[in-house]
């Protein structure tokens, strides 16, 4: 569920491209969504939810870091 944000907090606050931030920008939103989905009756709250959505994301960050690494690299190779 929280799979875009690995690429989407990364591009809109410059703070959140540093992998701590990231991750507890990431860890912070998952709670605040499984919390509000408690409170509201329409969902649970689940500790399993919160591991699954944020290695998703944090997944997603780490290819994105990889890719954006080995871009960086190549175009260097070319100048």
Same mark, same amino acid.
């Given at each position: ?19 701590? +931030? ?10 605040? +969504? ?23 994301? +944090? ?21």
């Amino acid at each position: 569920m929280l799979m875009p944000l690995g690429v989407i907090l990364p591009v809109i606050s410059k703070r959140c491209r540093a992998y701590s +931030i990231f991750i507890a920008t990431l860890i912070g939103i998952n709670l605040i +969504i499984e919390i509000s989905q408690y409170y509201s009756g329409y969902g649970s709250l689940d500790i399993d939810d919160v591991m699954m959505n944020s290695s998703g994301g +944090i997944l997603v960050y780490l290819i994105m870091q990889a890719l954006l690494s080995n871009l960086k690299k190549n175009s260097s190779n070319y100048s």
